[in-house]
């Protein structure tokens, strides 16, 4: 089982609409959770981090955590051309604190 | 620029040959940690340093690969007699602490095995 599993897409949706990307982690102890953004042949840009349960909004991106389920999610309102690219979800563990496990990340496209 | 520096951005070198990849945290941060991105495959976690410290390096090939922090200048990442599967994306980042705190990427350098 992989440490992070993320739908690999390609998620494609309207400007305007709202795009939802989603994340399983394995480790029940993790307890701390960011969603970064990659564009093509760049590197990988911080635009979410979340440690408790329940949901952090910050401008047109919320995060939600469930611990319980061992799920998190990034939510994209009013979806814009500038927001394609690929989102990764990155964990860290308690037990190794420091090191982050990435899923392969979610290509979301939004077309005008 | 207070961000995260990485040099060279892009790296060629022949079978055989030394790289060394270099990393300065942005201001204020004293943790630095080393990832590869190769092609279509996700962001794996290399090494995890402080000041004159590898605090965890389990993501280190056992083999040809080395990381330092010295007290002064930037983080090296070096590699040792290069293969074309050493070929990817190698990204530094920093942090103002490793305990849960966020990390910011540098723009990466692009190494290339001929």
């Known amino acids: 089982q992989k440490e992070v599993e993320q739908n690999s897409g390609p998620l494609s949706v309207p400007e305007g609409a709202i795009a939802s990307l989603n994340c399983t982690y394995s480790d029940r102890v993790s307890q701390s959770f960011f969603w970064y953004r990659q564009y093509s042949g760049k590197s990988p840009e911080l635009i979410m981090s979340?440690?408790?349960?329940g949901d952090k909004e910050d401008g047109r991106f919320t995060a939600q955590l469930n611990k319980a389920s061992q799920y998190v999610s990034l939510l994209i309102r009013d979806s814009q051309p500038s927001d394609s690219a690929t989102y990764l979800c990155?964990?860290?563990?308690?037990?190794?604190?420091?090191?982050?496990?990435f899923g392969r990340g979610t290509q979301l496209t939004v077309w005008p | 620029n207070a961000g995260v520096m990485q040099n060279p951005r892009h790296l060629v070198r022949r079978r055989g040959q030394e790289a060394r990849l270099r990393c300065s945290p942005m201001?204020?941060?004293?943790?630095v940690y080393w990832y590869r991105q190769l092609p279509e495959e996700g962001l794996k976690f290399m090494v995890y340093?402080?000041?004159?410290?590898?605090?965890?390096e389990s993501g280190m090939p056992k083999e040809r690969f080395s990381a330092e922090f010295p007290k002064e200048g930037p983080s090296i990442l070096r590699i040792q007699q290069v293969v074309r599967g050493d070929s990817a994306a190698y990204f530094c980042?920093?942090?103002?602490?490793?305990?849960?705190?966020?990390?910011?990427f540098g723009p990466g350098t692009r190494l290339t095995v001929t």
């Open positions: 990155a964990v860290m563990r308690g037990s190794t604190l420091g090191r982050l496990y």
């Open positions: 201001k204020g941060h004293s943790h």
């Open positions: 979340i440690y408790s349960n």
């Open positions: 340093l402080q000041k004159e410290n590898i605090i965890d």
């Open positions: 980042a920093s942090s103002d602490t490793g305990q849960g705190y966020e990390q910011y």
